[in-house]
């Protein structure tokens, strides 16, 4: 028989194929990608190295979504307010995927390669370097939270009858609708980080 002219599996397809079970499923296992890609689950070893490769693939796919272009752009606060609205982006496209990445260490190169880029937006805008990854992990942070917020109901807050939360009830009401509750929370978190590592920044 003629070998195929292009190998059935590579890097890419492995990760696209689990990035759709994840979005589809919330999760992913080894046979299930297996079958997705219409293989033996032992020819996706040859690819990756395991679970936990799989899982730096789909690191590296999300970071595609991520416009990294954005941190060229000057000064730091700005460069991190452009960059944090596309993170948020690519992440609220595909919230599961969120729990795989949060719990594994980062070793996707393109990735790393990102990280070295915000570490020198920090560096260069004025950060001590014992500064840099507290500060864009705390941004992080709020980042996948707000992404995964995007995927979250409108009405997030219900009281119940015969549950007494009378400032919780007045401050539900006092809720603004338009932006959605989801942007307008995440408008008004990023601009008190942003504005806490101005502050951290001037500080002598």
Do not use: C
């Not at 752009?73 to 599961?96: E, V």
């Not at 190169?109 to 990102?114: I, S």
């Not at 260069?124 to 992080?140: D, H, K, N, R, W």
Request: glycine share 4%; hydrophobic share 50%; net charge negative.
């Amino acid at each position: 028989m003629a070998r195929p002219r292009k190998p059935l599996l590579d890097q890419d397809r492995i990760a696209t194929a689990a990035l759709e079970l994840v979005d589809e499923d919330g999760e992913f296992t080894m046979p299930a990608l297996a079958r997705r890609l219409g293989v033996q689950t032992p020819s996706i070893y040859h690819h990756v190295d395991g679970r936990a490769g799989v899982i730096e693939l789909l690191r590296a796919k999300i970071d595609e979504e991520i416009d990294s272009a954005l941190l060229d752009l000057r000064p730091w606060d700005r460069a991190l307010d452009a960059y944090a609205r596309s993170y948020r982006a690519a992440f609220a496209a595909h919230p599961h995927v969120i729990p795989l990445l949060a719990t594994s260490t980062v070793q996707a190169p393109r990735v790393v390669v990102v990280y070295d880029m915000i570490a020198a937006v920090l560096i260069e805008g004025g950060f001590a370097p014992e500064q840099v990854m507290p500060s864009y992990t705390a941004l992080e942070n709020f980042l996948l939270g707000s992404a995964l917020d995007r995927a979250a109901p409108e009405v997030m807050w219900e009281v119940p009858p015969g549950v007494e939360a009378p400032h919780l009830s007045r401050a539900l009401a006092a809720q603004t609708t338009s932006p959605t509750r989801s942007d307008q929370a995440f408008e008004f978190g990023l601009a008190a980080l942003l504005d806490a590592l101005r502050a951290m920044n001037a500080s002598p």
